[in-house]
T-cell receptor
């Protein structure tokens, strides 16, 4: 039973436009949410995070929105650039699990078209 | 560069062979993790460690063993490889829970034939 879901396996966006990547979760106890970016043949790299006590966090072109009532978070990239083409994973942590681990979604492959 | 180093980067094994994947981090992180990435499955946790000398099972531990004899190293062993263990393996480490997340290694691509 997947607790973190990314229902869109892929997304194509024109350069300069907004990219919106979505993530849904089932566990209302998750306290931190992260987005990772992964290029081929490389490990995932941390992109941006948000605490469950906030509803928005912004870092340059990247903004993460959290809607706790809907158990939904999204990553907005504005403007999108060809270098943003990668696989994006969302991840969530459960403080009540007693362990320090994140649960990952299945990823969304973003392609930014020049 | 500081970070997480995985060796080897590629390996081909025959069914039934054994091997050990090595993960080393130089950031003095307490927590270390082994994940596998498969198409359509995302990243799934195999085993993890919350400190030197400790290990615990993750989501998909069967067929794997781990050891954390030194704080900086986390070893993943396959005693008798199976084709279902063909995957890309990622090691990660973290200082603590919360917004800091993990630092990942670059991965080991393992093929079992």
């Amino acid at each position: 039973d997947q607790q973190v879901k990314q229902n869109s396996p892929s997304l194509s966006v024109q350069e300069g436009r907004i990219s919106i990547l979505n993530c849904d979760y089932t566990n209302s106890m998750f306290d931190y949410f992260l987005w990772y970016k992964k290029y081929p043949a490389e490990g995932p790299t941390f992109l941006i995070s948000i605490s469950s006590i906030k509803d928005k966090n912004e870092d340059g072109r990247f903004t993460v929105f959290l809607n706790k009532s809907a158990k939904h978070l999204s990553l907005h990239i504005v403007p999108s650039q060809p270098g943003d083409s990668a696989v994006y994973f969302c991840a969530a942590s459960d403080p009540l699990s007693g362990t320090y681990k994140y649960i990952f979604g299945t990823g969304t492959r973003l392609k930014v078209l020049a | 560069n500081a970070g997480v180093t995985q060796t080897p980067k590629f390996r081909v094994l025959k069914t039934g062979q054994s091997m050990t994947l090595l993960c080393a981090q130089d950031m003095n992180h307490e927590y270390m993790y082994w994940y596998r990435q498969d198409p359509g499955m995302g990243l799934r946790l195999i085993h993890y460690s919350v400190g030197e000398g400790t290990t615990a099972k993750g989501e998909v531990p069967d067929g794997y063993n781990v050891s954390r004899l030194k704080k900086q190293n986390f070893l993943l062993g396959l005693e008798s490889a199976a084709p279902s263990q063909t995957s890309v393996y990622f090691c990660a480490s973290s200082y603590r829970q919360g917004s800091y997340g993990y630092t990942f290694g670059s991965g080991t691509r393992l093929t079992v034939v």
